[in-house]
């Protein structure tokens, strides 16, 4: 890559210190948000409400804190690489459909990747059904979720690092018009080793390994064990509610629906990933393996965990309001991302023949009409819309657990005066608040790209189509 076309690129994620920063302290993140929502004494810590009487020792007790060497263990390890092994032998035993990526840049062809994430998902559920329905919460995977939360977030956490590591220094041996078709991510070629690292210096890594063939790391990562992981959590979750309490609430039970209608939709349309940036554009380096592997399944999933330990009932109510505004949402996502996949692939499909679009310098083709005319990323918006429905059910969150003077017995509540209440807000509903930011940075990036392959063509796209992602708003 010449040095003109680095500094096009440039830095993005704040540079080196963004990269080292994020890729240190996420993982800290993820640890805090699996000791702040508990339960050992409540979501949050109560002390932490009183700053006063806030002390390391009070907090260590008060979230479980294992100490360092508790986060870590080896049944944890070899559980989940167990998992990971699992997800490979049904990519390579369960029928797939072959399907070919875009086009890739200096006429290098096109990638072959055989998807079978959804068939594989739903093997995996239906094994976990089964033994559910035979052995209810006793069905050995949950107890094993339970135990191992935090050393299984952990080994998701080596993981990433190990992965990360492994592509950049595979990353080494790519040539100049590679004859495996291997080639460099624009952006992750700066020289900046952390930066490279954790942006991604190869575009799409893959490894050949035995009786497996070759399997495409970043695609493989992307939709699969962190994914389906994503739902197997949840599941945990409500068996942990249904073992404790002896009955599981609407609440936890509209979290994972519409969490798992998610996963399972993305895998259904596994093929749609390959026009994304993250598959076009971005290299394979530590940023999308922790992504895919450690914050979609534990960070996302934490609404469930809220739950498992403190059951919401929320009535008919407001569940149909938030079943309305995910489908709100999903409808909105949906309709927009197939309409402009269907005007990709096919611009004559009745459909989408009528839409109105622009010719960019490059041949390719923008709409400026239909979904694509209301907003630059109307398929955000409704993408946020959803995350609505994944901590509403948590509502005014908050809870602390006290001991019964009575029994003795482990008492989950909002306290006598509700003082709990909405005290886990930030905890619970931190997936829409981040989820936002994401997107609006997404947007920005997405645009930049845009703006550097389209020029003035990009430019006329937004003097048409003015707002970003919300018509009217932004
Ligand atoms: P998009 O699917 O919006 O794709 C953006 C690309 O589409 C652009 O780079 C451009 O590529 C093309 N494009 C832009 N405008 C137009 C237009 N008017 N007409 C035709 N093509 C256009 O972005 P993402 O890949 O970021 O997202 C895909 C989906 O994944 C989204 O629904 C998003 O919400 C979701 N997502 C979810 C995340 C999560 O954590 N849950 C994280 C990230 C994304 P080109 O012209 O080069 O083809």
Excluded at 31 to 57: E, I, K, Q, R
Excluded at 75 to 80: E, V
Excluded at 123 to 136: K, V
Excluded at 374 to 397: E, K, Q, V
Aim: charged content about 15%; proline content about 5%; glycine content about 8%.
């Amino acid at each position: 890559m010449s040095p003109s076309s680095r500094e096009k690129h440039g830095y993005e994620f704040g540079g080196p210190i963004g990269a080292s920063l994020i890729s240190f302290g996420l993982p800290i993140g993820c640890y805090a948000f699996a000791f702040l929502c508990n339960d050992v004494s409540g979501a949050p810590p109560p002390s932490l409400l009183h700053p006063s009487t806030l002390s390391l020792d009070k907090l260590i007790a008060e979230t479980g804190w294992p100490g360092f060497s508790g986060l870590c263990s080896v049944r944890a390890i070899l559980g989940t690489l167990a998992y990971y092994a699992f997800s490979l032998v049904l990519n390579v035993v369960l029928p797939a459909r072959e399907v070919e990526g875009v086009e890739l840049q200096n006429d290098q062809g096109r990638h072959k990747y055989n998807f079978n994430a959804f068939s594989s998902a739903v093997f995996t559920l239906t094994i976990a059904a089964a033994g559910t329905a035979l052995q209810g919460p006793k069905f050995p995977l949950w107890p094993f979720i339970h135990e191992n939360y935090i050393g299984i977030l952990t080994a998701n956490i080596l993981i990433s690092y190990a992965l990360a590591t492994y592509v950049y220094v595979a990353s080494f041996s790519v040539k100049a018009n590679d004859p495996n078709k291997r080639q460099l991510a624009a952006g992750g070629v700066t020289g900046n080793i952390i930066y490279d690292w954790f942006i991604g210096r190869e575009l799409n890594p893959r490894i050949s390994i035995p009786l497996c063939g070759e399997v495409d790391i970043k695609a493989w990562m992307e939709l699969r064990p962190g994914m389906l992981g994503w739902i197997l959590l949840n599941l945990a979750f409500i068996m942990g509610q249904y073992g404790t309490y002896g009955y599981i609430t609407d609440s936890i039970l509209i979290v994972t629906f519409t969490q798992a209608f998610y996963v399972l939709d993305a895998l259904w349309n596994e093929p749609a990933i390959l026009t994304t940036m993250d598959i076009t554009t971005d290299g394979f380096g530590f940023m999308l393996a922790f992504g895919d592997l450690v914050w979609v399944p534990f960070i996302y999933s934490i609404q469930g965990r809220y739950l498992s330990i403190h059951p919401v009932k929320l009535g008919t109510a407001r569940s149909v309001f938030i079943m309305a505004v995910y489908f709100a949402g999903y409808y909105i996502f949906r309709a927009s991302n197939s309409e402009k996949n269907r005007f990709r692939t096919n611009p004559n499909d009745p459909s989408v023949s009528h839409l109105k679009y622009i010719e960019t310098k490059r041949g390719t083709r923008l709409l400026i009409s239909g979904w694509w005319g209301t907003a630059r990323h109307i398929n955000y918006f409704g993408d946020w819309l959803m995350s609505w429905a994944y901590c509403l059910p948590t509502w005014m969150a908050g809870y602390a657990i006290r001991s019964s003077i009575l029994t003795g017995e482990k008492v989950v509540s909002q306290g006598p005066n509700n003082e709990m209440a909405g005290a886990a807000i930030p905890i619970t509903y931190f997936y829409m608040l981040y989820f936002a930011i994401l997107l609006v940075h997404r947007e920005n990036r997405d645009s930049a790209n845009c703006a550097r392959k389209y020029g003035k063509s990009w430019d006329e796209y937004c003097r048409i189509v003015k707002w970003k992602i919300v018509p009217g708003i932004y």
